[in-house]
């Protein structure tokens, strides 16, 4: 069982900079492939960022050269750090862990409660 705590999130203006944290408790921590997923109000639940268990990163191409996702496994943590932002990256982001953990949202079993980013143009 791992438990997810998403923070960072917040009201930025365009063009600005936020960085996310995902706490995991845990001790098996490290065994996870960690993502990030983002939902808009209407929108589905979309792929942004992961790690896999192996290190690679992967991200989805909207944020390509913008964001980057690490892990620090001493403090089971994964972060999102977010430049250059957008209005259209405004959404609730939700960190998420799983034994598969690829892009699509069913391959992770656990999830944060989610954290609200508002980017304003």
């Known amino acids: 069982q791992v438990q997810l705590l998403e923070s960072g999130g917040g009201l930025v203006q365009a063009g600005g900079s936020l960085r996310l944290s995902c706490a995991a408790s845990g001790r098996t921590f490290s065994s996870y492939a960690m993502g990030w997923f983002r939902q808009a109000p209407g929108k589905e639940r979309e792929f942004v960022a992961r790690?896999?268990?192996?290190?690679?990163?992967y991200y989805t191409d909207s944020v390509k050269g913008r964001f980057t996702i690490s892990r620090d496994n001493a403090k089971n943590t994964v972060y999102l750090q977010m430049n250059n932002l957008k209005p259209e990256d405004t959404a609730v982001y939700y960190c998420?862990?799983?034994?598969?953990?690829?892009?699509?949202?069913?391959?992770?079993?656990?999830w944060g409660p989610g954290t609200q980013v508002t980017v304003s143009s």
């Open positions: 998420a862990a799983g034994y598969r953990g690829h892009n699509t949202s069913k391959t992770y079993d656990y």
């Open positions: 790690f896999s268990i192996g290190g690679i990163t």
